[in-house]
Each structure stands twice: as structure tokens, then as C-alpha cells.
């Protein structure tokens, strides 16, 4: 089973750029679908992106497309969540996760991912 480590977490003003990374520790990373979710505070987690284990296609939720970019190299067992024009409102803890082949459903579900990491923090600052 493959166990996501978050981090690049940290401070940015308005307008910013971050670029979160994580990695993915034993299991077939590239058998994974893997996924990009974050949570504010007294809200619910939110999907953010995904990119498919099958295919490496891309899939944003509407509000970070043009912002947010993902990517993954399974050389390296990385994902990537490249995140530019920051706004106070992206202040959340990030998470990555992952869901095994066999899993079905949208891809933005994150009843749908087996394993989490334990998150990082971004705050932006306006």
C-alpha cells in the first residue's frame, strides 16, 4: 500500500505561487489514481485535482483551473500540485491521497481514495 508524505506548505502573500510535493512511500505508485484535497477550517474537505494512474489525464475542480496545475513522475513516486495567483481563500491544510486501480467513481470523491497524508499548511496572506 503506497503511504502519501505532504509538504512545501507554508506562507505566501496574495498573488503568490507554492508548490506543494508529495511523495508516495512503497506500493506500485503508478497503479495509483492521485489526488489533491484541501480543508479550511469549519469546512469540509474539498477535491482539487486528480490525475489518473491509466491515463496521467488531469481533472481540476472549476475554482483552481488556470491556477492550479498537477502533475505526477512515477520514476520518482512524486506528485506535484503546482498552485500560482494565490488568493486569502486557498488558506487551507493540503492534502494528497491515493486510490488503488480497482476503485470506481469520480475521481473527485474522496470516499473513493484508500490512503491520506497527514497534510500541510498554506495560509496566504492578502
Known amino acids: 500500500q503506497v503511504q502519501p508524505v505532504e509538504s512545501g506548505g507554508g506562507l505566501v502573500q496574495a498573488g503568490g505561487s507554492l508548490r506543494l510535493s508529495c511523495a508516495a512511500s512503497r506500493g506500485a505508485f503508478n497503479t495509483y489514481t492521485m489526488g489533491w484535497f484541501r480543508q479550511a477550517p469549519g469546512k469540509e474537505r474539498e477535491f482539487l485535482a486528480a490525475i489518473t494512474w491509466i491515463t496521467s489525464t488531469a481533472y481540476y475542480t472549476e475554482s483552481v483551473k488556470g491556477r492550479f496545475t498537477m502533475s505526477r513522475d512515477n520514476a520518482k513516486n512524486m506528485v506535484y500540485l503546482q498552485m500560482n495567483n494565490l488568493e486569502p481563500e486557498d488558506t487551507a491544510v493540503y492534502y494528497c491521497?491515493?486510490?488503488?486501480?480497482?476503485?470506481?467513481?469520480?475521481?473527485?470523491?474522496?470516499?473513493?481514495?484508500?490512503?491520506w497524508g497527514q497534510g500541510t499548511q498554506v495560509t496566504v496572506s492578502s
Open positions: 491521497a491515493a486510490r488503488g486501480q480497482l476503485r470506481s467513481g469520480m475521481v473527485s470523491s474522496r470516499s473513493t481514495y484508500d490512503y
